[in-house]
Structures are given as C-alpha cells and as structure tokens.
C-alpha cells in the first residue's frame, strides 16, 4: 500500500516556475513507478510525467510538458517531485500524484494507476 500527500501547489505567471512535491508512505516505494497527471476544469484527467522505479529511473513525459518539466524522486526520502519551468496559462490545472504497484512504467492511463494523492491546484495567470 503507498499513500501520497501533495504540495507546492500555487499561483504563478506566465512564464515562471514551481516545483511540486509528493511524499509517499509505504515500504515498497523505491520499487514503484511514480507519475505525475492533471486535470483541468471541464476536461479529463491526463498524463504529465513518469518515472520508474527499482533505480531504473526511466522518465517519461507527455509531449505538452517536453522540455519543461523534470520528474525526479528521491527514495531516500521517499519523495517524487515535478519541477515546472516556463509555465503557460493552459498548464493550469489540479495536479494529481500517483503510483503504479509495478516498477515498471506499464501505462499512462489514469484509472489504470492504483494509488492517488488529493491533489495540487496549479493555476497560471497570463
């Protein structure tokens, strides 16, 4: 079982940076693959970034962050982060952490992943 907490949410320009964090609970952790989604007022909840793990530390992103966001994880503290640079208003969004039971990053489908944390609201102003 992982259970995970997410912050760092915010308000910020266009243009600028956050970082959000994900702490999780749980022995099996470092074996998970970890993911970032959100989910935007209206629309469907959609893949960000993931990361493997096991220390493969495999990542993958959705073409729309490519170049912009970083997803990294800390097992030591058990943490997952997704750092957000030059931020566009269409970024704005409910940002959602979750985890797979494999360590392998077997889809980006959301309701395929079995554990989720409440959620961040990211909002950017243009």
């Known amino acids: 079982q992982v259970q995970l907490v997410e912050s760092g949410g915010g308000l910020v320009q266009a243009g600028g940076s956050l970082r959000l964090s994900c702490a999780a609970s749980?022995?099996?952790?470092?074996?998970?693959?970890m993911g970032w989604f959100r989910q935007a007022p209206g629309k469907e909840r959609e893949f960000v970034a993931a990361?493997?793990?096991?220390?493969?530390?495999?990542?993958y992103y959705a073409d729309s962050v490519k170049g912009r966001f970083t997803i990294l994880r800390d097992n030591a503290k058990n943490t997952v982060s997704l750092q957000m640079n030059s931020l566009k208003p269409e970024d704005t969004a409910v940002y959602y952490c979750?985890?797979?039971?494999?360590?392998?990053?077997?889809?980006?489908?959301?309701?395929?992943?079995?554990?989720w944390g409440q959620g961040t609201q990211v909002t950017v102003s243009s």
């Open positions: 990361i493997s793990g096991d220390g493969g530390g495999i990542t």
């Open positions: 979750a985890a797979l039971r494999s360590s392998v990053v077997v889809t980006i489908t959301p309701n395929e992943w079995p554990y």
């Open positions: 749980g022995r099996t952790f470092s074996h998970a693959a």
